[in-house]
Structures are given as structure tokens and as C-alpha cells.
């Protein structure tokens, strides 16, 4: 009788040993499919900003000729935050690829809705960013703003 006793024992206790694994474990699983879940999310919301900040689509608000001076601004400060550096020059010539910022300063000072606080603050981060660019830049903008015409 005593065996039997025992045996009932080892197997309640077995079985209460199971009930508290499954209950440590379940939580865990839970937690697990929420911190994905989470990082599901952050994964989509850098995605996303990566695609409102993806220097062509702030090149096309820059470019477009509707676009407000409060569209122009975030857009510069974006241009400045995420893509705020022009290619090494080769040599003593630009990089190609630099006409493209030439391309923005010029289009920014033609354009209707811009000030010449908005000029200012992006020429003066440009340069800061860019200082072996810094004649090309005013170039750029002296071009840009002789085109206005009075």
C-alpha cells in the first residue's frame, strides 16, 4: 500500500511539475508574439519614412511649382537630415552627381513660395555639410537668383 501511495505522489507531483512549466512557458510565447508584433511595426514605420524621406520624392516637392513654402521647408530639412552630403570632388572638379544638389538650389531660388530665410538656412547647412563645395553652392544660387528676373 505504501508503493501505490507513492507512486500517486510521484505522478500528482509530475503532473503539477507540467502545470507549471506550460504556465511559465505560455506567457513567454505571448510576450514573444507581441515583441514581434512590435517589431513588425517599427520595421514598417522606418519603412515608411524612409519612402516620404527617399531623396527623389524630396527632389519632386523641391521641384514642383505648387508646393507651399511650408512643403519647401520640411522638405529641406529632410534633404538636410537624411541626405545632407554631396559626393567626394574628384580632384579639382565636381562629382557628376553633385549637379543634382546644383540642380535643387537653383530650382529653390526660382521658385514662387521660397524666402530668403528658407535660402539661407539650407545654403548655410549645405555648406556646413559640404565645405569643398562651397563656391559651386553659391554658384548655384547666384544663378538661381539672377534668373528670377525683378
Known amino acids: 500500500m505504501d508503493v501505490v501511495i507513492l507512486v500517486k505522489s510521484v505522478v500528482g507531483l509530475a503532473i503539477i511539475l507540467g502545470l507549471l512549466i506550460l504556465l511559465l512557458v505560455l506567457p513567454q510565447r505571448a510576450k514573444k508574439k507581441r515583441v514581434q508584433e512590435q517589431e513588425k511595426k517599427i520595421k514598417n514605420a522606418q519603412k515608411k519614412e524612409l519612402d516620404e524621406t527617399s531623396f527623389e520624392k524630396l527632389y519632386r516637392v523641391i521641384k514642383n511649382r505648387a508646393s507651399t513654402t511650408q512643403e519647401l521647408q520640411s522638405a529641406l530639412e529632410l534633404l538636410i537630415k537624411y541626405h545632407p552630403t554631396m559626393h567626394k570632388k574628384l580632384g579639382i572638379r565636381a562629382h557628376p552627381e553633385s549637379d543634382v544638389y546644383m540642380d535643387i538650389i537653383f530650382k529653390l531660388c526660382r ?5 530668403k530665410n528658407i ?9 556646413k555639410s559640404n565645405p569643398e563645395y ?13 534668373s528670377r528676373g525683378i
Open 134 to 146: 562651397k563656391k559651386e553652392i553659391n554658384d548655384a544660387m547666384m544663378r538661381g537668383l539672377n
Open 119 to 127: 535660402i539661407l538656412a539650407f545654403m548655410k547647412q549645405l555648406e
Open 111 to 115: 521658385h514662387k513660395n521660397t524666402n
